[in-house]
């Protein structure tokens, strides 16, 4: 992680962000080299546990990877810091929806909950996309357990790597039509986003709002990216 962002960011605007808009951004969470590296892992024989061909699953066009357990190491080590740090929001979220699920402090007592309950596969990904590949507006559910929050980083430039290829995140109030967010992100940059429902303060009290993320279709070039979902799958 370059020069340790994680630690850097204001995380209550964070919170607050996430509170507010289901998202908040995490720029410059990867250096380019670490982006470069990692992205550069997507030709491995190994290290991966499936591929997913996007357009044979009605998922969009382009192609992703899961990787395998045990993690790239600087993989592992932010999927549990991220976990550490939007536990505290995660629980809140739980609270106000009326669900019981709390989540343990460590991340690996989580983790050790989805496998007891056979979601013992391992949900880091690496997407690539190429000219036309796309990613329909979808959410990362694998299974009863679930972490309301996760993250995905952008590892190639746009501009000079790509083109197109946007991160959308559309949200859903209750009797309204759907709205629209474009998240602008450079290389290394993250985005923070709800998986799900998240609660929004109404007049009598929270109601629950639906997002889902995609990526608009690249024009030019390819673009990876690196989802950190935080819940394993069945
Ligand atoms: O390619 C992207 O930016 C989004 C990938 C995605 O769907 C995810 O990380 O869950
Ligand atoms: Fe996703």
Not at 71 to 100: H, I, K
Not at 182 to 188: A, E, H, N, S, W
Request: aromatic fraction near 10%; glycine fraction near 12%; proline fraction near 7%.
């Amino acid at each position: 992680m370059s020069s340790d962002a994680l630690a850097g960011y204001d995380w209550s605007s964070v919170e607050a962000d996430l509170e507010s808009e289901g998202w908040a951004q995490l720029p410059g969470l990867l250096g380019p080299p670490a982006c470069r590296d990692i992205a550069s892992r997507y030709g491995d024989e190994e290290g991966f546990r499936s591929r997913v061909v996007m357009h044979r699953h009605g998922f969009g066009r382009g192609e992703y990877r899961y990787f395998a357990y045990p993690l790239p190491e600087q993989v592992e080590a932010l999927r549990a810091r991220l976990y550490g740090l939007l536990r505290p929001l995660a629980n809140g979220w739980n609270e106000r929806l009326g669900s019981g699920v709390r989540y343990p402090q460590k991340h690996a007592e989580f983790l050790a909950r989805c496998h007891a309950a056979g979601q013992a596969r391992p949900t880091p990904l690496l997407l690539r996309y190429g000219p036309g590949d796309y990613n329909r507006l979808h959410q990362d559910l694998y299974g009863e357990h679930v972490f309301p929050i996760q993250v995905a980083v952008l590892l190639s430039e746009p501009g000079s790597g790509f083109t197109g290829g946007e991160f959308v995140l559309t949200e859903q109030r209750p009797r309204m039509q759907s709205r629209a967010t474009v998240v602008p992100l450079r290389q290394g940059d993250a985005v923070a986003f709800a998986v799900n429902e998240r609660p929004v303060p109404g007049a009598r009290g929270d109601y629950r709002v639906k997002m889902r993320h995609g990526v608009s279709a690249v024009v030019s070039g390819t673009r990876y990216a690196m989802g950190i979902i935080l819940h394993d799958a069945a």
